[in-house]
Protein backbone atom coordinates (compact mmCIF):
# COMPACT_ATOMS: atom_id res chain seq x y z
CA UNK A 1 0.00 0.00 0.00
CA UNK A 2 1.94 3.30 -1.13
CA UNK A 3 2.47 5.32 1.84
CA UNK A 4 -0.28 8.28 0.84
CA UNK A 5 -3.19 5.32 1.16
CA UNK A 6 -1.76 4.09 4.57
CA UNK A 7 -1.98 7.43 5.65
CA UNK A 8 -5.03 8.11 4.23
CA UNK A 9 -6.69 4.97 5.87
CA UNK A 10 -5.37 6.20 9.20
CA UNK A 11 -7.18 9.06 8.87
CA UNK A 12 -10.26 7.42 8.32
CA UNK A 13 -10.89 6.55 12.26
CA UNK A 14 -12.70 8.61 14.08
CA UNK A 15 -16.52 9.73 13.39
CA UNK A 16 -16.02 8.22 9.85
CA UNK A 17 -15.03 4.58 8.67
CA UNK A 18 -12.64 3.00 10.83
CA UNK A 19 -9.79 0.98 9.44
CA UNK A 20 -10.76 -2.35 10.23
CA UNK A 21 -14.12 -1.68 8.53
CA UNK A 22 -12.89 -0.10 6.04
CA UNK A 23 -10.47 -3.11 5.50
CA UNK A 24 -13.32 -5.72 5.34
CA UNK A 25 -15.20 -3.87 2.93
CA UNK A 26 -12.30 -3.87 0.66
CA UNK A 27 -11.11 -7.13 1.42
CA UNK A 28 -14.70 -8.48 0.19
CA UNK A 29 -15.12 -6.79 -2.95
CA UNK A 30 -11.67 -7.25 -3.56
CA UNK A 31 -11.91 -9.17 -6.71
CA UNK A 32 -14.50 -7.33 -8.74
CA UNK A 33 -12.51 -3.47 -7.92
CA UNK A 34 -9.59 -5.38 -9.06
CA UNK A 35 -11.69 -6.15 -12.64
CA UNK A 36 -12.74 -2.70 -12.99
CA UNK A 37 -9.47 -1.36 -12.13
CA UNK A 38 -8.24 -3.12 -15.13
CA UNK A 39 -11.17 -2.30 -17.35
CA UNK A 40 -11.10 1.53 -16.32
CA UNK A 41 -7.70 2.70 -16.24
CA UNK A 42 -5.15 -0.20 -16.47
CA UNK A 43 -4.68 0.21 -13.15
CA UNK A 44 -3.09 3.67 -13.64
CA UNK A 45 -3.43 6.10 -11.28
CA UNK A 46 -2.45 9.14 -13.51
CA UNK A 47 -5.58 7.67 -16.02
CA UNK A 48 -7.61 10.78 -16.78
CA UNK A 49 -10.83 10.65 -19.25
CA UNK A 50 -11.37 14.34 -20.22
CA UNK A 51 -14.97 15.04 -20.85
CA UNK A 52 -16.37 11.83 -20.52
CA UNK A 53 -19.62 10.50 -21.64
CA UNK A 54 -18.88 14.43 -23.87
CA UNK A 55 -20.72 15.89 -20.48
CA UNK A 56 -17.79 18.33 -19.58
CA UNK A 57 -16.25 16.26 -16.42
CA UNK A 58 -13.36 14.25 -16.38
CA UNK A 59 -13.10 10.99 -15.16
CA UNK A 60 -10.20 10.40 -13.23
CA UNK A 61 -7.94 7.79 -11.14
CA UNK A 62 -7.73 3.94 -10.97
CA UNK A 63 -11.52 3.58 -11.21
CA UNK A 64 -12.36 6.70 -13.12
CA UNK A 65 -14.48 8.44 -11.05
CA UNK A 66 -15.92 11.92 -11.66
CA UNK A 67 -15.89 14.22 -9.05
CA UNK A 68 -18.89 14.53 -8.24
CA UNK A 69 -19.86 11.25 -8.30
CA UNK A 70 -17.01 10.25 -6.07
CA UNK A 71 -18.07 13.16 -3.37
CA UNK A 72 -22.29 12.20 -3.37
CA UNK A 73 -21.12 8.86 -2.40
CA UNK A 74 -18.91 9.37 -0.01
CA UNK A 75 -20.76 11.59 2.04
CA UNK A 76 -24.43 9.86 1.50
CA UNK A 77 -22.01 6.95 3.63
CA UNK A 78 -20.28 9.14 5.82
CA UNK A 79 -16.44 7.83 4.23
CA UNK A 80 -14.68 11.03 4.87
CA UNK A 81 -16.54 13.96 6.62
CA UNK A 82 -14.66 17.41 7.49
CA UNK A 83 -13.20 18.22 4.24
CA UNK A 84 -12.48 21.63 2.75
CA UNK A 85 -12.65 21.69 -0.97
CA UNK A 86 -8.99 21.23 -1.73
CA UNK A 87 -8.94 17.61 0.58
CA UNK A 88 -12.04 16.61 -1.31
CA UNK A 89 -10.31 16.84 -4.56
CA UNK A 90 -7.36 15.22 -3.03
CA UNK A 91 -9.86 12.56 -1.73
CA UNK A 92 -11.12 11.97 -5.89
CA UNK A 93 -7.44 11.62 -7.14
CA UNK A 94 -6.43 9.13 -4.70
CA UNK A 95 -7.05 5.30 -5.79
CA UNK A 96 -7.45 4.03 -2.24
CA UNK A 97 -10.37 6.25 -1.58
CA UNK A 98 -11.37 5.60 -4.82
CA UNK A 99 -11.73 1.95 -3.91
CA UNK A 100 -13.41 2.44 -0.52
CA UNK A 101 -15.88 4.77 -2.09
CA UNK A 102 -16.46 1.86 -5.29
CA UNK A 103 -16.13 -0.85 -2.46
CA UNK A 104 -19.19 0.98 -0.38
CA UNK A 105 -21.12 1.62 -3.63
CA UNK A 106 -21.01 -2.15 -4.21
CA UNK A 107 -21.83 -3.13 -0.63
CA UNK A 108 -24.93 -0.67 -0.58
CA UNK A 109 -26.18 0.04 -3.70
CA UNK A 110 -28.32 -2.24 -5.89
CA UNK A 111 -27.12 -0.20 -9.16
CA UNK A 112 -23.79 -0.01 -8.65
CA UNK A 113 -22.71 -1.06 -11.82
CA UNK A 114 -24.88 1.81 -14.03
CA UNK A 115 -21.61 3.82 -12.82
CA UNK A 116 -19.41 1.55 -14.45
CA UNK A 117 -21.69 0.61 -17.28
CA UNK A 118 -19.01 -1.36 -19.70
CA UNK A 119 -16.69 -2.89 -17.03
CA UNK A 120 -19.16 -3.91 -14.96
CA UNK A 121 -20.51 -6.16 -17.99
CA UNK A 122 -18.16 -8.36 -17.56
CA UNK A 123 -18.02 -9.41 -13.99
Known amino acids: MPFL??????????????FSKA?????????????????ESRGKETAINK?????????INVL??????????????KIFSG?????WK?????SYSQKLVAATMIENETNWKS????CSKNL
Open 23 to 39: DILLERHQEVIEKLIWC
Open 115 to 118: HWKI
Open 5 to 18: SYLISLILIGNQMS
Open 64 to 77: QFQYRTFRYYAEKY
Open 90 to 94: NRWND
Open 83 to 87: LDEAD
Open 51 to 59: DDGKIGVDS
